[in-house]
């Protein structure tokens, strides 16, 4: 169940920063595009997590009150190693300057792809960081 939920909030979070980064910041800056995308992905990675992935049924204020912010400080974790491989590949290594694709308004550029290898990293972590941290108390399907 967590690949299938990784995957959807992966497609989320994805399409979002692509959203984003085409539109509101015109392949400008992936940073900013990356923040956003990441808080779409988080609102939805948090409640199919909790359901669908470690069973965890309870909304009572005391369950919520130690799940939100642990998941909360985990996905930040993860948040900060892809954004900082995303500094490195925009403001260091300025791979945004070669396009590859350009399908209508949408541009492929080192970002984008940088953006998916990242991806893998992340879900990972958050793999790692949910199943040991955030919903221990519960078994994984």
Avoid: H, Q
């Avoid at 992966?10 to 392949?27: E, I, K, P, Q």
């Avoid at 900060?80 to 925009?90: C, D, M, N, R």
């Avoid at 300057?97 to 541009?107: G, H, M, N, S």
């Amino acid at each position: 169940m967590y690949i299938v939920f990784g995957i959807l909030t992966t497609v989320v979070n994805y399409s979002a920063f692509l959203l984003w980064y085409n539109t509101l910041f015109r392949g400008k800056d992936g940073l900013y595009a990356n923040i956003i995308a990441f808080i779409e992905a988080v609102l939805f990675a948090f409640v199919v997590n909790k359901l669908f992935v470690f069973e965890s049924k309870s909304w009572s204020f005391m369950v919520l009150k130690k799940e939100i912010p642990s998941f909360l400080a985990t996905r930040i974790g993860s948040f900060i190693v892809e954004e900082f491989g995303l500094f490195i590949v925009e403001k260091i290594l300025r791979l945004n300057r070669f396009e590859v694709l350009r399908i209508w308004d949408t541009v492929i550029d080192g970002i984008v792809i940088a953006k998916l290898a990242l991806v893998i990293v992340v879900v990972l972590l958050n793999y790692v960081f949910c199943k040991f941290f955030v919903f221990k108390s519960t078994t994984i399907k």
